[in-house]
């Protein structure tokens, strides 16, 4: 099933921390059972790669490793056990790695090892390499089949721009979790963060009235006009913090009845009072999505109103395929509206992990094509 496959390929390893990028030759990865070897034509270079890679924003991982994230190629071979992937099929290739035999064993390919042994020992020993690279070797079960004619014939979305998915899946994992639904109003706070923004293009997308919390009225007032100008019609208001929790909760509750929360504080904020002031506008049975490191909830609010508070960390299979339906039925703008995409080759990556710095949020993405 391999004979396709060149004998080399070019991939950008991350030799040390210290000593950072190059490009190299190796020999091309070859399918076994359990995996398939993808022909990628576009990663995802994530805002924070940078300097996750250079160690200013530490996270533990093995090196030298391919670097990588989120990415969309096609097929290139696949072991003998798969059953559906075939060569030249357009799929999306997912970073989240979990272990067969313990599913509570999770990292994320080329960028975090997790918690546990087993996913450090899974990262170190198998499926250590990203998808920077002209091929990529990943699990069977990371490859999501795409339409191809549906999404880029008929809906006008070019290969690079689909891999703006791979960070809109994000807040999508924490919105399913507490199985959002349309109609329904959900708080994203803070709301003009990397994360935040995307998480308000979702939620829209899933059809809910959005109250965007946030410390900056000029970015609210941006984030508006963004989702605006790419879904007319959206149901976005905005709230900015006073940082006087009370009249945060009055100002949220002017809307009316609030369902649901979705939380994605950075970690620089960990103590600001809008997750509080958010927890406290829910009305009875409300739930909350805990996807940042806010370190500021009370629980009395939580008590009195029957609140349902989850953590949620990436996302399941399922929510992927999930995600790629609502993508194939065409609730996200549609061709160019959907992302302004920056295309940068593997030699160039110091220049594209600034660009991945500088241009992201709602529609913007930038990344690799090897
Ligand atoms: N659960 C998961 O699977 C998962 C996955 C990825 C990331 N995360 C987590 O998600 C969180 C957010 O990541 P991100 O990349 O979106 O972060 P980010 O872009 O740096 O977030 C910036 C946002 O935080 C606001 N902010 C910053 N400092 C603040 C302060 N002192 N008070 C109030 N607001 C403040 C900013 O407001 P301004 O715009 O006004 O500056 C902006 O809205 C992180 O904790 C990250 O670890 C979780």
Known sequence: MSSSLPSEHRALVLVSRESGFQVRTFPTPQPGPGSAVVRIAAAGIL???RETYNGKRPMPFP?????GFGAIGHIAAVGTDATVLKAGQLVYVDCVIRSRDDPACVFLSAIYEGSSDGSKKLMRDTWRDGTFAEYAKVPLENCIPLDEPSLCDIQ????QDLAYMAFLLVPYGGLRDIKLEPGETIIVCPATGFYGSLGVQVAIAMGARVIALGRNEEKLARLKEDIRSRTPGANIETVK???DEEKDVTALQAYGSVDAVLDITPSDAAMSTHTRSAIKALRLGGRVSLMGSTKNIAVPEILVNNLTLKGKMMYEREAILQFVKMLERGLFPQGEHFAETKVFQLDDWKEGF????????????VVFAP
Not at 63 to 67: C, E, K, N, R
Not at 156 to 159: A, D, F, H, I
Not at 354 to 365: Q, S
């Open 241 to 243: 913090t006073t940082g």
């Open 156 to 159: 006008g979305y070019s290969l």
């Open 354 to 365: 600034d660009e991945g710095a500088e241009h992201n949020g709602i529609g913007k993405c």
């Open 47 to 49: 805002p924070y790669h």
């Open 63 to 67: 090196t030298p490793l391919v670097g």
